[in-house]
């Protein structure tokens, strides 16, 4: 249902723009989430967008520096991730809900790492 992309390897200070693409005709009625997970760790929450993409919000260890943005014509959200710290090195894990249903997926996961 959900396909995550755009993770790799960069250095201290880098963007990555990851994505967040879906199959499903419904997508604008999804709220998507962003989650990641760092090894030994348990998967925290990272960003949020809407679904009529009205509000967003972010954890506050990557606020100032992370945006997300969504494009219901293509089915996809985007995390423009800027100024990356090795502590953000983690899989990063899209998820959405559908606002009306419950209904709820969780995308594959794409690794970034961040070198220092």
């Known amino acids: 249902q959900l396909e995550d992309s755009g993770g790799g390897l960069v250095q201290a200070g880098a963007s990555l723009r990851l994505s967040c693409a879906a199959s499903e005709r419904t997508f604008s009625s999804y709220s998507i989430g962003w989650f990641r997970q760092a090894p030994g760790k348990e998967r925290e929450f990272v960003g949020f967008?809407?679904?009529?993409?009205?509000?967003?919000n972010f954890a506050d260890s990557v606020k100032d520096r992370f945006t997300i943005s969504r494009d219901n014509a293509k089915h996809t959200v985007d995390l423009q991730m800027n100024s990356l710290k090795p502590e953000d090195t983690a899989a990063y894990f899209c998820?959405?809900?559908?606002?009306?249903?419950?209904?709820?997926?969780w995308g594959q996961g794409t690794q970034v790492t961040v070198s220092s």
């Open positions: 998820y959405a809900e559908d606002a009306f249903t419950g209904s709820d997926y």
């Open positions: 967008i809407g679904w009529r993409a009205i509000n967003t």
